[in-house]
């Protein structure tokens, strides 16, 4: 028995397994939809750029610097934001762990 699904385009209800609505030829499925229309408008299509945190900017701007406060205070946060992932990553496996 083959699935039927309704075309978004036309509402005719044609088989799934064709990529295309035999009524109208508009693509069925949603995800390739989706993406077409977004290339369409000119949008990318890739993941989202992460955005960029305070901290992230802070440790561009200060890449180059020469002052010895600023050096210091890179290599803290640093090691700070190590132990943070280090304590975030236990965490995580705690509760894995816990959930069974
Ligand atoms: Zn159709």
Redesign the pocket.
Known sequence: MKAEIK?P??L?W?SSSDGH?T????VLDRNVRLKQDRISRGVSVGPPERKKTRIDLWLERTEHSENTLVVVLRAIVGVAWAIYMAVLGFIVWLVTLLAG
């Open positions: 075309c385009a036309c005719a044609v609505c009524h109208c030829g508009s």
